[in-house]
């Protein structure tokens, strides 16, 4: 898998951080934010991811200036979907940042459905 962003160096050598090990932070991260029932799967058909496949629905890419996070999560009908967007775009970006020592250049949030919580 290719990485994220340029390799963290140092004086003892370097790292990288692969894409999936981004999308998996931003999969429990999202998950875990209040209002989001689950992640969705893109394309035609459209459905409800469980929990364990918190990889699907996202998608992480580069920037000059740091890494690009695209998100599409499904909702709980009836809270502000403006307000659950900010608060996973501000978790995810954090988390992110704080757990890897990259910078984030965007997180973008894809809400493509709402649903009632079981």
């Given at each position: 898998?290719?990485?994220a962003?340029?390799?963290l160096?140092?004086?003892?050598?370097k790292?990288?951080?692969?894409?999936?090990?981004?999308a998996t932070?931003?999969g429990?991260t999202?998950?875990e934010?209040?209002?989001?029932?689950?992640?969705?799967?893109?394309?035609?058909?459209r459905k409800?991811?469980a929990?364990?496949r918190?990889?699907q629905?996202?998608?992480?890419?580069?920037?000059?200036?740091?890494?690009?996070?695209d998100?599409?999560?499904?909702?709980?009908?009836?809270?502000?979907?403006?307000?659950v967007a900010?608060?996973?775009r501000?978790?995810?970006?954090?988390?992110?940042?704080r757990?890897?020592?990259l910078t984030?250049?965007?997180?973008?949030?894809?809400?493509e459905?709402?649903?009632?919580s079981a």
């Open positions: 898998m290719e990485a962003a340029q390799p160096e140092s004086t003892l050598g790292i990288t951080i692969a894409s999936d090990v981004i932070i931003v429990h999202a998950s934010a209040y209002g989001v029932v689950g992640m969705a799967s893109r394309g035609r058909v409800l991811l929990r364990d918190v990889t629905g996202i998608e992480i890419g580069r920037a000059e200036d740091g890494v690009r996070i998100l599409h999560v499904v909702v709980e009908y009836g809270l502000n979907l403006a307000e900010s608060t996973v501000n978790r995810v970006a954090y988390e992110v940042e757990l890897t020592g984030v250049a965007a997180v973008e949030v894809h809400i459905d709402v649903r009632r």
